[in-house]
Every structure is written in C-alpha cells, then in structure tokens.
C-alpha cells in the first residue's frame, strides 16, 4: 500500500530528464503511460505532452514528499488496515461548518465557539446541550420541540442502522422455503422472526 501512494508522487513529479516511474504499475494495462508504453514495447511519450504536467522547484517537492511520507508512515498505515476511515472526521466539521461556515471569513472567537458548540451537540444532543439559558434566552415550549425535534433527526440514521441490525438477529429460517445470500451464504428455509431454527 505504502508504494502504491507513492508511486502516485514519483509518477507526478517525474520529467524527461528524471523519469520516476520505478514504483508504477509494470504492464500494457497500466495507469502509468509510461509504463504502459515500455510493455507495449514503444517509446513513452514526453511528460509535458501528458494531460498532468507540472514542475515543481527541489525544495517545493520536498515539501509534497514530506507529506506523502507522513501519509505513508507505520502509523498511518497501522490505522487504514483497520479500516479507518476520515468519515469521523468529515461528519465533525460539518457540524463545525454549520455554526461557522468555511466559505465565509470568521474570527478566532467563532470558530472557537462553532468547536465548542459542534463537540456539544455531538456529545449530548441540541436539547441537553441547550446554550439558550446561558445566554438568558427563555426556554419555552416552542424551543423546546425545535430542540427535540433537531435530536430527532440527528440520532434517525442511527437508529435506522440499529434497528437494520437488530432485525438481522431475529432473522432464521426453518426449511422449506428459499432465503436469499444472507452473511455470504445462500439459506434454504421459510424466515420468521423470533423462532430458532429448528
């Protein structure tokens, strides 16, 4: 995997003069043309007549290489076998985004705010972490229901999910009927919820 990512950055920072093109894939189905043009047996093309082509300054490549290596580190590396993905991450800021949104310029002390209310809300919910009494702004029923409301969409795809997996649980068969590919195995048998399978 490590290579795979940084063949993307030697291929993109090669030239005519320094093609780099070691850790690209080597056959004529390849992404790389170059690679592809050796095992096709043909001459590779120049890089500046390829769509992406770009020179950076020495110290300028560094820079990017730094942040592949960093990418590509044992840590790195330790946490996408795991199957971590960003997602985490992306579903923070936009909660972030929709107290301080990107496109617009904000001070230190919105964002800052936008943080701390984004951590709150995904931690307790609008209503439990409801900063109207704080700022001295009535609690009434009306907030209320717009608060109760706002948790009730937030925690729906969860609920959803759960409620998926709660009912594959209760899921078995009993023969006599056809089931359909269920966990990667093919079941022979009537489904009914809630009954063991005999």
Same mark, same amino acid.
């Given at each position: 995997? /490590?290579?795979?990512?940084?063949? =993307?950055?030697?291929?993109? =920072?090669?030239?005519? @003069?320094?093609?780099?093109?070691?850790?690209?894939?080597?056959?004529?189905?390849?992404?790389?043309?170059?690679?592809?043009?050796?095992?096709?047996?043909?001459?590779?093309?120049?890089?500046?007549?390829?769509?992406?082509?770009?020179?950076?300054?020495?110290?300028?490549?560094?820079?990017? /290489?730094?942040? &592949?290596?960093?990418? +590509?580190?044992?840590?790195?590396?330790?946490?996408?076998?795991?199957?971590?993905?960003?997602?985490?991450?992306?579903?923070?800021? =936009?909660?972030?985004?929709?107290?301080?949104?990107?496109?617009?310029? +904000?001070?230190?002390?919105?964002?800052?705010?936008?943080?701390? /209310?984004?951590?709150?809300?995904?931690?307790?919910? &609008?209503?439990?972490?409801?900063?109207?009494?704080?700022?001295?702004?009535?609690?009434?029923?009306? +907030?209320?229901?717009?608060?109760?409301?706002?948790?009730?969409?937030?925690?729906?795809?969860?609920?959803?999910?759960?409620?998926?997996?709660?009912?594959?649980?209760?899921?078995? &068969?009993?023969?006599?009927?056809?089931?359909?590919?269920?966990?990667?195995?093919? @079941?022979?048998?009537?489904?009914? @919820?809630?009954?063991?399978?005999?």
């Amino acid at each position: 995997m /490590r290579n795979d990512i940084m063949s =993307s950055f030697e291929h993109c =920072s090669s030239s005519d @003069a320094n093609p780099k093109h070691h850790l690209c894939p080597k056959s004529s189905e390849s992404w790389c043309f170059y690679q592809k043009a050796l095992a096709l047996g043909k001459e590779p093309q120049s890089h500046s007549e390829m769509k992406v082509s770009f020179t950076l300054l020495p110290d300028q490549l560094q820079l990017v /290489r730094k942040v &592949y290596e960093r990418l +590509t580190n044992d840590d790195m590396m330790k946490r996408c076998l795991k199957g971590h993905t960003q997602n985490p991450n992306e579903s923070f800021h =936009s909660r972030v985004w929709l107290y301080s949104p990107k496109h617009l310029n +904000t001070s230190k002390n919105k964002l800052d705010f936008a943080v701390a /209310r984004a951590v709150s809300v995904y931690n307790a919910g &609008y209503k439990d972490s409801n900063i109207y009494e704080s700022l001295g702004i009535p609690f009434t029923k009306t +907030t209320e229901k717009y608060l109760d409301n706002n948790d009730k969409m937030m925690d729906a795809p969860l609920k959803k999910r759960m409620r998926n997996k709660r009912l594959q649980k209760e899921l078995h &068969y009993t023969p006599g009927g056809i089931f359909p590919k269920f966990d990667g195995v093919y @079941a022979i048998g009537e489904i009914r @919820a809630n009954q063991s399978p005999s």
